[in-house]
């Protein structure tokens, strides 16, 4: 099975929201509420930010959300802060004990 | 806290065998599954496998079927990755990861990661 898709960079200023997109298919995003999302700062490791296409981890700020729409999720964090700058993973049940990932989008606060 | 350390990296040979290892605590170990998931330098994350609390069942993703087995030892709270017949591709930082609240969904807590260098 193929990855998901990620824009590979998404930016904005310091205090505006911005959304990154992953789309996948019937079989995968589209099929099962099942979408995750992470984040990975320079050199250190991947860390759950959304899971379950919406529901956050009480030690993630709220100023980070999730939805679906169709074949389509996306992650929108609102209220930007430099600390936020970092590479973005989305992942997904794909049926049959399988987990994809899509190919990570580098968000940079300008 | 959760705590994920992972060991047995290194630099091996085409079509050699290596061990990973990874030593869970802050959890109940025994009662999770839980999976690697390797980064190949510079790229993305792939899943590689998951393995049930009881060992009752393991899943491999596609690129590792039938090389990779992923194993635990409960009483020792360690989750293991025998890697054989190891292929260049396969290089990558390793990352041992608790599962997520959904049985094998999605990933909660993760390791720093082993780099696994695979080349003659």
């Known amino acids: 099975q193929s990855a998901l898709t990620q824009p590979p960079s998404a930016s904005g200023s310091p205090g505006q929201s911005v959304t990154i997109t992953c789309t996948g298919t019937?079989?995968?995003?589209?099929?099962?509420?099942?979408v995750s999302w992470y984040q990975q700062h320079p050199g250190k490791a991947p860390k759950l930010m959304i899971y379950?296409?919406?529901k956050r981890p009480s030690r993630v700020p709220d100023r980070f959300s999730g939805s679906k729409s169709g074949n389509t999720a996306s992650l929108t964090v609102s209220g930007l802060q430099a600390e936020d700058e970092a590479d973005y993973y989305c992942?997904?049940?794909?049926?049959?004990?399988?987990?994809?990932f899509g190919g990570g989008t580098k968000l940079t606060v300008l | 806290q959760v705590q994920l350390v992972e060991s047995g990296g290194g630099v091996v040979q085409p079509g050699r065998s290596l061990r990973l290892s990874c030593e869970a605590s802050?959890?109940?170990?025994?009662?999770?599954?839980m999976h690697w998931v390797r980064q190949a330098p510079g790229k993305g994350l792939e899943w590689v496998a998951v393995?049930?609390?009881?060992?009752?069942?393991?899943y491999y993703g596609d690129s590792v079927k039938g090389r990779f087995t992923i194993s635990r030892d409960n009483s020792k709270n360690t989750l293991y990755l025998q890697m054989n017949s190891l292929r260049v591709e396969d290089t990558a930082i390793y990352y041992c990861?608790?599962?997520?609240?959904?049985?094998?969904?999605?990933?909660?807590?993760w390791g720093q990661g082993t780099l696994v260098t695979v080349s003659s």
């Open positions: 990861v608790k599962d997520g609240v959904n049985g094998g969904k999605d990933f909660d807590y």
């Open positions: 802050g959890f109940a170990f025994w009662i999770q599954a």
């Open positions: 393995i049930w609390y009881d060992e009752s069942n393991e």
């Open positions: 019937s079989s995968d995003v589209g099929g099962y509420d099942y």
């Open positions: 379950q296409v919406s």
């Open positions: 992942s997904s049940y794909a049926g049959s004990h399988n987990l994809l």
